[in-house]
Structure formats: structure tokens, C-alpha cells
T-cell receptor, first 112, second 111 residues
Framework: EPEVTQTPSHQVTQMGQEVILRCVPI?????FYWYRQILGQKVEFLVS????????KSEIFDDQFSVERPDGSNFTLKIRSTKLEDSAMYFC??????????FGQGTRLTVV | GEDVEQSLFLSVREGDSSVINCTYT??????LYWYKQEPGAGLQLLTY?????DMKQDQRLTVLLNKKDKHLSLRIADTQTGDSAIYFC???????????FGRGTSLIVHP
């Protein structure tokens, strides 16, 4: 069964450093998303991406965040200067349309 | 914006039915989803229902939608220990493909 793949599974970084979280969406999907889940809290929407541009973003997705689809298969989330409060599980997801997004296993980001 | 609410915990005995409830606020919600998250894993899409449906059954899972009360439920028949997980309700509206998630309900199945 096709799946969304995320790497790495766990990333530890120092505050102020840049991190890039990587995702390979399901190949025939057109819509891509990043969500995050701070421990014990709701899964929060960050950004959606369609047709090589951001289609929607939440207020969480500020200037320190960016997304890219560099080569037609990968979908990345960059956090420019990490803060302690960026520590969370980051989920990538993809969907054909409104049929329900399929999520990856997540990358646990720990900022120290 | 949309808000989705769920109770935080549900404990059931193995073999019993589990019913996980969810309420949402946006009456224009067109798609409603149930996701399952096992410990340390990602969110697995279990099932979804269109807002013009009242019920959807898929093996042990039954989804009921009361659109008037904006209430969604997930019934798991013959609950097994492997069903222990966090279950998330989510909705999206016709103008957006973005599911909004609830906090999740931790289902604990004990022998």
C-alpha cells in the first residue's frame, strides 16, 4: 500500500539552528500538508501546498517556516531559526483531493 | 474557524463496543474523518463520511452523523486490545481541503 514517508524520524537540534524536515508524499497525490502536534495537544495545521505554491497557511506558519517541493517527489519543511517551542511531532500528509489526507509517521523535533 | 471537540478518554472491556463521540461547529463541514494514532506512530485514516450521509459501516466500524446536532460518532464493535490508540475526529469544509482535528480520544481497552 502506498504511504507517506518522512525522514528523519527524530531530529535533535540546538536553539537557533535551521532544520529541514523531509517528506515523500504518495506519488499520484496533488495536495501536500504539514501539521504539527505538540506533546499532549491537538494536531495543528501549518500549511498546505498545491501546484507548486502555498494554498493555505495557519497563523503558526510565520516567516521562520518555509516549504518547498524541490524535485517533484520530495516535500520539505524548513524552520530557519528553531525555538524551544518548536519542539513537536511534525507530520507530513498528502491527498488526492478531499478524500482524507494520508499522514506519514512523523518527525519528532527536539530543540535544546 | 472550525472547532472540533472530543472527550479525552474512554475505557472499555475487551469484547464490548466502544463509542467515541465528536462535535463540530462549522455547519458547512462537508467531510468528516476518523483517524487512529497508535503510540509513537502517525495518523492512520480509518474512515470518512460525506455530510449528506447519516451512517457508514466498514467492518467493525460504524460512523454515525447527526448533521442537525453537528455530532459525529465512531462505534467499534467487539473492541480488541489492538484497538487501544488515540482516535481523532476531523472535519473539512467545501471551500478548504484542510482537516481540522479534535484533541483526540484515548481509547483504553482492558481485558
Amino acid at each position: 500500500e502506498p504511504e507517506v514517508t518522512q525522514t528523519p524520524s527524530h531530529q535533535v537540534t540546538q536553539m537557533g539552528q535551521e532544520v529541514i524536515l523531509r517528506c515523500v508524499p504518495i506519488s499520484n497525490h496533488l495536495y501536500f500538508y504539514w501539521y504539527r502536534q505538540i506533546l499532549g495537544q491537538k494536531v495543528e495545521f501549518l500549511v498546505s501546498f498545491y501546484n507548486n505554491e502555498i494554498s493555505e497557511k495557519s497563523e503558526i506558519f510565520d516567516d521562520q517556516f518555509s516549504v518547498e517541493r524541490p524535485d517533484g517527489s520530495n516535500f520539505t519543511l524548513k524552520i530557519r531559526s528553531t525555538k524551544l517551542e518548536d519542539s513537536a511531532m511534525y507530520f507530513c500528509a498528502s491527498s488526492e483531493a478531499q478524500l482524507g489526507a494520508f499522514f506519514g509517521q512523523g518527525t519528532r523535533l527536539t530543540v535544546v | 474557524g472550525e472547532d472540533v471537540e472530543q472527550s479525552l478518554f474512554l475505557s472499555v472491556r475487551e469484547g464490548d463496543s466502544s463509542v467515541i463521540n465528536c462535535t463540530y461547529t462549522d455547519s458547512s463541514s462537508t467531510y468528516l474523518y476518523w483517524y487512529k494514532q497508535e503510540p509513537g506512530a502517525g495518523l492512520q485514516l480509518l474512515t470518512y463520511i460525506f455530510s449528506n450521509m447519516d451512517m457508514k459501516q466498514d467492518q467493525r466500524l460504524t460512523v454515525l452523523l447527526n448533521k442537525k446536532d453537528k455530532h459525529l460518532s465512531l462505534r467499534i464493535a467487539d473492541t480488541q486490545t489492538g484497538d487501544s490508540a488515540i482516535y481523532f475526529c476531523a472535519s473539512s469544509s467545501g471551500g478548504s481541503y484542510i482537516p481540522t482535528f479534535g484533541r483526540g480520544t484515548s481509547l483504553i481497552v482492558h481485558p
